[in-house]
């Protein structure tokens, strides 16, 4: 019971933390988008509380940043980034708990993937809401709204969460399992 009122606070602090970042971008879409500011909470609840609160916080997000801010447009965008944040946040959670080994090295392979399962939701949802017509969602699109235009915010995330995520270990607030293993494996690979 106290696990889960704990994990439902840090939900709650990361879901307002995620509606209040991208205010850091001056509600300029084109940085927001290249930032990507609502995804840092996201990947962090997952990591931190699990693959369903991570899943909820995402989903809810974006939709709820749209109805208080008109931010990001309903739709389609707040629409396909319910589904993309929400499989972030899912996927960091599912592949990080289910991991053998709980490290910064498991954490990144689980980050990357759960980066990567986002953007391939995002892009079939941005397909099917903007269906296959004249303003259809094409391939293009997506390499450019989902890699090329956010590399800058994909290399935030890639060098923040898992520093955040170490630090937290560190302060024994979020420690990794199995992580004893990892370091040894760490150890034998240099060698």
């Known amino acids: ?9 840090i939900s709650a602090m990361l879901l307002a933390l995620g ?19 609502m995804h840092i909470p996201v990947l962090l609840c997952g990591f931190i509380c699990g693959p369903w609160y991570g899943l909820s916080v995402g989903f809810i997000m974006p939709l709820m940043r749209s109805m208080l801010f008109s931010m990001p447009v309903f739709f389609p965008n707040a629409v396909s980034m319910a589904f993309e944040l929400g499989t ?7 592949l990080f708990t289910n991991a053998r080994w709980q490290c910064v090295r ?7 993937m759960a980066m990567i399962g986002g953007r391939v939701v995002w892009g079939i949802v941005q397909t099917v809401l903007l269906g296959f017509g004249e ?15 956010a590399i800058p915010g994909i290399i935030l ?19 990794f399992r199995n992580n004893r293993h990892c370091h040894h494996g760490e150890k034998a690979d240099a060698k």
């Open 157 to 175: 995330q890639l060098v923040l969460i898992p520093a955040i995520m170490l630090a937290l270990h560190k302060t024994h607030l979020v420690p």
């Open 135 to 149: 303003n259809r969602f094409t391939f293009g699109a997506f390499l450019s709204g989902a890699f090329l235009n």
């Open 19 to 37: 509606l209040v970042l991208p205010f850091l971008t001056g509600q300029l879409q084109q940085i927001g988008n290249m930032l990507l500011p």
């Open 1 to 9: 019971m106290k696990s889960n009122l704990k994990k439902l606070v």
């Open 88 to 94: 972030y946040g899912f996927l960091a959670g599912f």
């Open 106 to 112: 498991s954490l990144f392979r689980c980050l990357v």
